[in-house]
């Protein structure tokens, strides 16, 4: 089992950032896991943010995002990261990680982010 916890969300003035991270616990290491970062805004489906593989070598970005957001991975704190920059009104969610590998798969309970001033 894995256990993901998001933290440091809040509220941010427009083109202000914010730093959330997800942090695992339980047996497995997180070494092997891909973390992908979803957000969900009110009345809206969850989308995906940005992914990195298990190196931390490759991530991914949506179009929304490129160029604002950053993902990192300390494998060794067993924490990931969703560095968000610039931040827009409509960035406001809730922002969930999820880790994968094979068939497991294992999701946070969430992080509010409002955007708004």
């Known amino acids: 089992q894995l256990q993901l916890v998001e933290s440091g969300g809040g509220l941010v003035q427009p083109g202000g950032s914010l730093n959330i991270s997800c942090t695992a616990s339980g047996g497995f290491p997180l070494d092997e896991f891909t973390i992908a970062w979803f957000r969900q805004a009110p009345g809206k489906e969850r989308e995906g943010v940005s992914c990195i593989v298990k190196g931390g070598r490759n991530t991914n970005y949506a179009d929304s995002v490129k160029g604002r957001f950053t993902v990192s991975r300390d494998n060794a704190k067993k924490t990931a990261y969703l560095q968000m920059n610039s931040l827009k009104p409509e960035d406001t969610a809730v922002y969930y990680c999820?880790?994968?590998?094979?068939?497991?798969?294992?999701w946070g309970q969430g992080t509010q982010v409002t955007v708004s001033s």
């Open positions: 999820n880790a994968y590998y094979g068939g497991l798969d294992y």
